[in-house]
């Protein structure tokens, strides 16, 4: 017989005159790190600056439990080999991923363009992919095969020259199905190193590790640390929080399956954060009737219980339009719309990282293998940032030609904003041609 699984969640309704308050408590989080985790993760950083590779091989071997003696240790030279390790039918499923997220981001591709104004003067924007980019995919807790497919994958198709990927191999186990994933998105090199000092590695530099130009994908509070401390020498995607589901239903929806999609997310980790918001209270009971029998039978269930215990919450409202404006105030990373005519709702949603439209769309397939990026902007970002794309491997650069003509047209206008903002030269700059 299962073992009951303890478990409780957050209930709000719109009603309540404490409302605001709860919300804003429930849906905050603070990115602000542990000073000490920041003290730590300086030290490894300027380690790695200072003395290159030995110190990543020392490094390596304190946290990953390794007992290497140089970098060539490190670097996985044979990783196709691995898709010989994997069962044919999970090679298949990720190569069928990969097909799927590059048709996808294939779409996105920016192309270069200009314009010709009367006088001849030409403008335009030329776009060019990055020379390089660091892909860090996290392990030891689990394998994660579709964030290399999710961050490699749009890369390769913006035309980034080289992608190398970095993951921890704790005790020396590197997962033959991420070693596979690697293979099939295209990788060109891999090292396996984790933590700050993989970070450190990809954004300095070392005598075997490239710097590269961003650093991409997710990681612990560490590497997170880490990406933060080195933007500015690097470009990096984002700083991502706890994994989130917010999910609107009608109370139509079967109940075991919205309990199953808020499992999806709070087994990531015990801060992850699924809500539930509906204007149908006999519905928000029927969901928690499915959390208590569903809970038990799952593997992850004491990950889940406590997610779902510190920040889930069933939120009860008085109509769809309420559900929309919360939707918009908690910009969730991910929104599945769980009713009767989902699109009748979409043009009012503005706020999201990704949107799941219908009661048969699960947000465990954007995670794995319906095409668009799963890399998503979580703790409210989504009112200012987009999911990952292959927009963000390509940078542009603005094209002016002036002819003569353009000169006489342009050279004044500029000199006397120049000449206003006290910046003779500049004015000058423009004078000596318009009026040559």
């Not at 710097?211 to 612990?220: C, T, Y």
Request: glycine residues 8%; contains cysteine; charged residues 20%.
């Amino acid at each position: 017989m299962t073992a009951s699984v303890e478990w409780s969640i957050h209930r709000l309704d719109t009603v309540q005159k404490d409302f605001e308050k709860q919300l804003a408590a429930l849906t905050c989080w603070n990115h602000s790190n542990d000073q000490s985790v920041e003290n730590a993760v300086r030290e490894i950083i300027n380690a790695v600056r200072t003395r290159g590779d030995a110190a990543v091989v020392e490094l390596t071997n304190q946290f990953d439990g390794r007992d290497v003696a140089a970098m060539e240790d490190l670097e996985i030279s044979d990783f196709s080999s691995a898709r010989k390790e994997i069962d044919p039918s999970l090679e298949k499923a990720l190569e069928d991923a990969a097909e799927r997220i590059r048709h996808f981001h294939g779409r996105q591709l920016q192309t270069s363009w200009d314009y010709q104004e009367d006088d001849g003067t030409v403008l335009g924007q030329t776009i060019n992919a990055l020379d390089s980019v660091g892909v860090y995919v996290p392990g030891g807790k689990a394998a994660y095969p579709s964030s290399v497919l999710m961050n490699v994958i749009p890369a390769k198709v913006a035309g980034v020259r080289k992608v190398v990927m970095t993951v921890p191999a704790p005790g020396g186990r590197l997962e033959p199905v991420v070693l596979a994933a690697a293979h099939i998105a295209g990788v060109d090199k891999v090292h396996s190193i984790g933590g700050a000092q993989a970070i450190a590695a990809l954004a300095y530099g070392t005598e075997s590790v490239q710097a590269v130009d961003k650093i991409v994908g997710p990681g612990n509070l560490y590497v997170t640390t880490a990406k933060s401390l080195v933007f500015g020498t690097v470009g990096i995607d984002m700083i991502a929080g706890p994994s989130e589901i917010l999910i609107v239903c009608d109370g139509k929806t079967n109940p075991d399956w919205i309990a199953m999609d808020l499992f999806s997310q709070a087994e990531h980790d015990e801060q992850a954060q699924a809500i539930l918001i509906s204007a149908d209270n006999n519905f928000l009971e029927a969901v928690a009737t499915s959390v208590s029998r569903l809970l038990p039978q799952m593997e992850r269930r004491a990950t889940i219980g406590a997610s779902l215990s510190r920040r889930g919450a069933f939120v009860k409202v008085r109509d769809l339009d309420e559900a929309i404006d919360l939707v918009n105030r908690i910009a969730p990373e991910h929104l599945e719309l769980s009713v009767e005519n989902p699109r009748d709702l979409l043009p009012a949603v503005r706020h999201a990282g990704a949107i799941f439209l219908g009661r048969h769309t699960a947000e465990v397939l954007g995670d794995y293998c319906a095409g668009p990026n799963h890399v998503l902007p979580t703790s409210g970002t989504a009112r200012f940032f987009s999911p990952l794309g292959v927009y963000d491997f390509q940078k542009r650069s603005s094209v002016i030609e002036c002819t003569a003509a353009g000169a006489q047209r342009l050279g004044p206008m500029a000199e006397l904003l120049a000449n206003g903002e006290g910046l003779t030269a500049h004015a000058r700059s423009a004078a000596l041609r318009h009026k040559s």
